[in-house]
Nanobody, 115 residues
């Protein structure tokens, strides 16, 4: 059974930083491209960043230059370093394969950017 557990969210002021982690179990993590997705209030879930097994990365235009995705295959973990956070980055952040697999969604971790 695949399990993805996100952590690291919280309340941060605009301009602050957070580092999200996603620990995977029950799957051959290293062979999959992984993504971080977010769902802002009253909006659809969107892809924020992705990383292939070869560590090629993609970023949504809204986060490019501020967010960095990385992975540690030895720890079955993918990270999202978020800097220069803005109020519009507020939402619940999820990790999943990329493209996402329906049965892989976890509970997510909530990020609130507010003064």
């Amino acid at each position: 059974q695949v399990q993805l557990v996100e952590s690291g969210g919280g309340l941060v002021q605009p301009g602050g930083s957070l580092r999200l982690s996603c620990a995977a179990s029950g799957t051959i993590f290293s062979i999959y491209a992984m993504g971080w997705y977010r769902q802002a209030p009253e909006k659809q879930r969107e892809l924020v960043a992705s990383i292939t097994s070869g560590r090629s990365t993609y970023y949504a235009s809204s986060v490019k230059g501020r967010f960095t995705i990385s992975r540690d295959n030895a720890k079955n973990t993918v990270y999202l370093q978020m800097n220069s956070l803005k109020p519009e980055d507020t939402g619940v952040y999820y990790c999943n394969r990329h493209p996402p697999a329906a049965g892989y969604w976890g509970q997510g971790t909530r990020v609130t950017v507010s003064s």
